[in-house]
């Protein structure tokens, strides 16, 4: 493992939380939109979609750490990176309102998809996540000025 290695690790950890930390924030803030986007098909505006970011190992596969336990060195990985931002296919929300300019004949409107309990908890276990990184950064820069002033 390279001096960098553990730095580079945690800064892409850190990178990905944080763009979950924007994908769960523009889902907290399109809670109520009920004009997401158009759908040309039908002549209409769909709610917001829920969005959730996909994370995957850098590792190419299991070929990597199989590689690695053949040549018997260490199976260190080698961070995270975002796959892609996928749509909630959770059912829309209907609610009973009249007087609403996007309810249908009977009365309902289409809501987002989006549970602000969700969205709080998944809030909250990113937050972990990136102090959690920030934590190990920093553990990391101290070992490494450690290492520096042996050579004093």
């Given amino acids: 493992m390279g001096i ?5 690790m945690t800064g892409s ?10 994908v769960i924030s523009a889902n907290m803030a399109n809670a109520e939109t009920t004009r997401g986007e158009y759908d040309a098909e039908t ?5 917001y979609t829920r969005k959730a970011v996909v994370l995957q190992s850098k590792e190419e596969g299991f070929s ?3 590689n690695a336990a053949s040549q018997k060195t260490s199976g260190v990985g080698s961070g995270v990176k975002v796959t892609e931002i996928v749509k909630d296919k ?3 929300k209907l609610d009973y309102n009249p007087d ?4 249908n004949e009977d009365g309902y409107v289409e809501m987002p998809n989006v549970d602000p309990l969700r969205e709080m908890v998944d ?12 934590t190990v ?16």
């Fill in 90 to 92: 959770t059912p829309f």
């Fill in 13 to 22: 950890s850190l990178t990905s939380q944080r763009l979950r930390m924007d």
């Fill in 64 to 66: 990597s750490f199989l």
């Fill in 137 to 152: 950064l920093n553990a990391s820069k101290g070992m490494m000025m450690k290492a520096l002033e042996i050579g004093k």
């Fill in 4 to 8: 960098f290695q553990s730095m580079n």
């Fill in 43 to 47: 002549k209409t505006w769909k709610p």
């Fill in 123 to 134: 809030l909250m276990s990113v937050t972990r996540t990136y102090e959690a990184n920030v």
């Fill in 100 to 103: 609403h300019p996007d309810a």
